[in-house]
């Protein structure tokens, strides 16, 4: 069993920072793609930004330049620093990962369980 625990999202001014954290812990042989979702009410999932083992990123336009995403692969981690947060970033993000939990396994897709962030004007 793999779980993806999320920490670091709240409430912040327009302009402000934040800092997202999710440690993926359990029965885990290795960690492909790790990323950040979100979703705002009434809205669909989107993703934000996602990394590769080897550090390739990916970001959704509307962010880059703003957030950055980084992992620490000896702690199963990954951060996304937010920063010129803007009222429409706000939703709830999510962390997702593809892990493999035994040698030579096809990844399997997993969720954090969502932390709010929430900008005001």
């Known amino acids: 069993q793999v779980q993806l625990v999320e920490s670091g999202g709240g409430l912040v001014q327009a302009g402000g920072s934040l800092r997202l954290s999710c440690a993926a812990s359990?029965?885990?042989?290795?960690?492909?793609?790790m990323g950040w979702y979100r979703q705002a009410p009434g809205k669909q999932r989107e993703l934000v930004a996602t990394?590769?083992?080897?550090?390739?990123?990916n970001y959704l336009d509307s962010v880059k330049g703003r957030f950055t995403i980084s992992r620490d692969n000896a702690k199963n981690t990954v951060y996304l620093q937010m920063n010129s947060l803007k009222p429409e970033d706000t939703a709830v993000y999510y962390c997702?990962?593809?892990?493999?939990?035994?040698?030579?396994?096809?990844?399997?897709?997993?969720w954090g369980q969502g932390t709010q962030v929430t900008v005001s004007s």
């Open positions: 997702n990962a593809d892990v493999s939990v035994v040698v030579a396994s096809s990844p399997q897709n997993y």
């Open positions: 359990g029965s885990i042989f290795s960690i492909n793609v």
């Open positions: 990394i590769t083992t080897r550090g390739t990123t």
